[in-house]
C-alpha cells in the first residue's frame, strides 16, 4: 500500500511539472514607449533576462503593467519561442497622459471648492509622482506638494508638506454650530511602505504638524491587504486596510490614539460593477482628538462633520451607460447604511443614492463627477458636482 501511495504521489508530481512549463527569458523587447523608461518597465513586471516565466504568466505580467496606473489597457504580451527552454518576452504598451496641469472645482448644497492641481505620475519616465496644488473654499485656503521618488531598495516612498489657513466650524448631527475656530495649520513628513508579497504591504506615516503654534507629531502605521484586479473598465477584488493613528503632543504633552480600517470587495456582474463597503474608526479621547467623517471621508449621506465612532456599510451597482473613443460614462446607484456618535449623542442614517462618472481613457485619473444622497431618517439630502476629479 505504502508502495502504490509513493508511486501516484510520484505521478502527481510530475503532471504538475509538466503542466507547469517553464522557460527562460533570453531577451525583453518592449515595444511602445514614448516617455516610460524600459527599466521602469522592468522594474514593473519584476522580470530581467535570465527569470523563468511559465506559459500562465501572461495575465499576471498585464494585471502588473494595469495596476502601475501609466499605461492604456492595449497592452500586448508574447512569448515567442526560440528553444524547447528558451522565450522571448515581447510588450507592447501604450503611455497614458501623465503630465495633467488640472482646473478643478466643486461646488454641492454646503459647499464651494475653487483650485488647480499640477499632476505628474510618470516624472522623468521612471515611474515617480508628482503632485502640488492649492484650493479655496468658504473655510480658506491650502496648499500641499507630495513627491515619490522610485527607490529600489523602499517600494514605496513619498514627502509632502501642506499650509492651510482655514475657518474650522464645528458642528453637531443636526447642523448646529458648536465651535468656529481659525486655524492655521503647517504640516510635512514622509511615508514608507514594504511591500511583503504580492498582495500585502506595510507602511508607515510619520508627520509634524503646527496647529495654531500647537507642536505634534502623528505616527501612522497601516496594513494594506490587496488582491485587485482590472477587467476592461472595472477593478474587481478585495481591498482592506487597517489602521492605528498615534499623536504625540508636545505642548500639552498628552498622546492620543485612532483606530480605523475600511473593507472593498468588489466584482464585476453582466459587465457592470457590484461593490460592497464596510468601513469603521474609533478614537480613544473622544473631546480632544476626534475623527472626522461626512460626505466623502467615511460616508456620502452624512454631512462633513467630526465623530468619535462610526460604522458604514455600503453596496453599489455601477452600469456602463456609454462607451466613447475617448472615454466612458457610468451611473453609480447605491444604498449607505451607518451609525455614528457625536457629542455624546448617537445617530444612525440610512438612505439611497446615484450618481454620474465619466473617466477618459488615456488620462491616470477620473475626470468628472455627480453624485446625490438622501438620508431617509433625517431627510437630508447632500449633493455635489466636480470637475477635473469625480469624487
Aim: glycine letters at 8%; proline letters at 3%; aromatic letters at 16%.
Amino acid at each position: 500500500m505504502l508502495k502504490k501511495v509513493i508511486i501516484y504521489i510520484f505521478i502527481l508530481f510530475n503532471l504538475s511539472s509538466l503542466y507547469s512549463a517553464g522557460y527562460e527569458i533570453s531577451d525583453i523587447k518592449i515595444n511602445g514607449l514614448k516617455r516610460t523608461k524600459i527599466e521602469t518597465v522592468k522594474k514593473i513586471i519584476d522580470l530581467e533576462i535570465g527569470d523563468v516565466v511559465m506559459d500562465g504568466s501572461i495575465p499576471e505580467i498585464k494585471q502588473k503593467l494595469l495596476k502601475s496606473g501609466i499605461f492604456t489597457k492595449n497592452i500586448d504580451i508574447e512569448f515567442n519561442q526560440i528553444t524547447d527552454g528558451e522565450i522571448v518576452l515581447i510588450i507592447t504598451l501604450e503611455d497614458k497622459w501623465t503630465l495633467i496641469p488640472l482646473p478643478f472645482f466643486s461646488f454641492s448644497n454646503n459647499d464651494l471648492m475653487l483650485g488647480g492641481l499640477f499632476i505628474e505620475t510618470n516624472l522623468l519616465g521612471l515611474k515617480q509622482s508628482l503632485v502640488s496644488g492649492g484650493f479655496y473654499s468658504s473655510e480658506g485656503v491650502s496648499f500641499f506638494t507630495a513627491w515619490s521618488p522610485s527607490l529600489y531598495i523602499i517600494d514605496k516612498f513619498s514627502l509632502f508638506v501642506s499650509f492651510a489657513d482655514e475657518n474650522i466650524e464645528v458642528v453637531n448631527y443636526e447642523g448646529s454650530t458648536i465651535s468656529n475656530n481659525k486655524a492655521r495649520i503647517i504640516s510635512g513628513g514622509f511615508n514608507i511602505g514594504q511591500d511583503m508579497n504580492d498582495y500585502l504591504n506595510l507602511s508607515l506615516r510619520i508627520n509634524y504638524e503646527n496647529k495654531n503654534d500647537f507642536n505634534s507629531i502623528n505616527l501612522t502605521p497601516l496594513i494594506t491587504v490587496n488582491n485587485v484586479f482590472i477587467r476592461d473598465y472595472f477593478q474587481s477584488g478585495i481591498n482592506f486596510e487597517f489602521y492605528t493613528n498615534h499623536k504625540l503632543n508636545f505642548t500639552n504633552i498628552d498622546f492620543n490614539t485612532q483606530i480605523g480600517g475600511k473593507l472593498e470587495v468588489s466584482e464585476i456582474l453582466f459587465s457592470n460593477l457590484i461593490y460592497l463597503y464596510l468601513t469603521s474608526g474609533y478614537s480613544f479621547n473622544k473631546n480632544d482628538y476626534p475623527l472626522s467623517i461626512g460626505e466623502i471621508t467615511g460616508s456620502k449621506i452624512v454631512p462633513s462633520l467630526e465623530t468619535e465612532f462610526y460604522i458604514t456599510s455600503q453596496i453599489k451597482y455601477e452600469i456602463k451607460l456609454f462607451e466613447f473613443n475617448w472615454g466612458y460614462l457610468t451611473l453609480p446607484l447605491y444604498w449607505e447604511t451607518g451609525y455614528l456618535e457625536n457629542y455624546n449623542n448617537y445617530y444612525t442614517y440610512t438612505g439611497p443614492g446615484f450618481g454620474v462618472l465619466t473617466y477618459i481613457n488615456k488620462v491616470a485619473i477620473p475626470a468628472l463627477g455627480f453624485n446625490f444622497n438622501y438620508d431617509l431618517i433625517t431627510n437630508n439630502y447632500l449633493w455635489g458636482f466636480s470637475f477635473g476629479m469625480s469624487m
